[in-house]
């Protein structure tokens, strides 16, 4: 595999993770056996450090580092909020046309974190596709704006407002994914990040990173009529 490097300077490289690439090596996927850091510092022939993580399932942009200063201050800026970052979903039902989801969200030691998420609705779509009670089914296509970055943010807090994210499993729901495994042989997770915007590190210049939708997330945008 070749990842699609988006952006590349002396400091910081950024790539389009696809879909169900893990960032690194963990316990929790015994079963996978490549990795983001792993094909990119073999790509570039260089050390790199992740930034920040996308979960195995999101694709979009991810920031790594190429020296452990840069990682080291870069890290900061996403721990102070200083870094914007843009998600684009699609979810089941219609969203408000946007709002704001505080709730905060348990981590994995037990501890309860404030979690905020700022999202907009683009586009909704009804479509013939009858599910259990319904004869139809409503999709919308949402811009998220995490102010927070928790474990699973995203997924959980579209599932708390009852517009869980399509192909989310476990926060997810069951029946809509089964549906669409069903009807469109569709197994991914309808989440894509799409955008970073930061300082640089060593020049302090605005830095914009963006990755387009494709693959499969693209293919569903036209299969609900969200395109």
């Known amino acids: 595999m070749e990842l699609d490097i988006l952006f590349e300077d002396d400091f910081l490289v ?3 993770k696809p ?5 690194h090596r963990t316990k929790l996927a015994k079963d996978a056996t490549e990795f983001a850091l792993q094909i990119l510092r073999d790509q570039i ?5 992740p930034v920040h993580r996308l979960d195995r399932k999101t694709s979009g942009v991810l920031l790594f580092a190429k020296d452990q200063e840069t990682n080291r201050i870069m890290q900061t800026q996403f721990m102070e909020r ?10 089941r039902g219609w969203t408000d046309d946007e709002g704001t989801i505080d709730y905060a969200l348990t981590n994995e030691s ?3 974190q404030e979690a905020v ?3 907009k609705t683009l586009l909704r779509s009804e479509i013939n596709l009858p599910n259990g009670k319904f004869s139809t089914a409503r999709f919308s296509l949402v811009e998220l704006n995490p102010e927070t970055g928790r474990m699973h943010q995203l997924r959980k807090h579209l599932a708390h407002i009852f517009h869980p994210i399509i192909g989310d ?3 997810g729901c069951n029946k809509q994914n089964k549906l669409f495994k069903e009807h469109f042989s569709m197994m991914e997770m309808m989440l894509h990040a799409e955008k970073l915007t930061f300082k640089h590190p060593k020049s302090g210049g605005d830095i914009l990173i963006q990755s387009t939708i494709r693959g499969e997330f693209k293919r569903m945008l036209l299969e609900l009529h969200l395109d």
């Open 117 to 119: 998420t700022h999202f």
């Open 169 to 171: 499993r476990p926060h």
């Open 14 to 16: 950024a790539i389009h």
């Open 19 to 23: 879909a169900g690439l893990l960032v």
């Open 82 to 91: 200083e870094v914007g970052k843009r998600y684009k979903a699609i979810v």
């Open 45 to 49: 022939d260089h050390k790199v450090f």
């Open 110 to 112: 037990g501890s309860e």
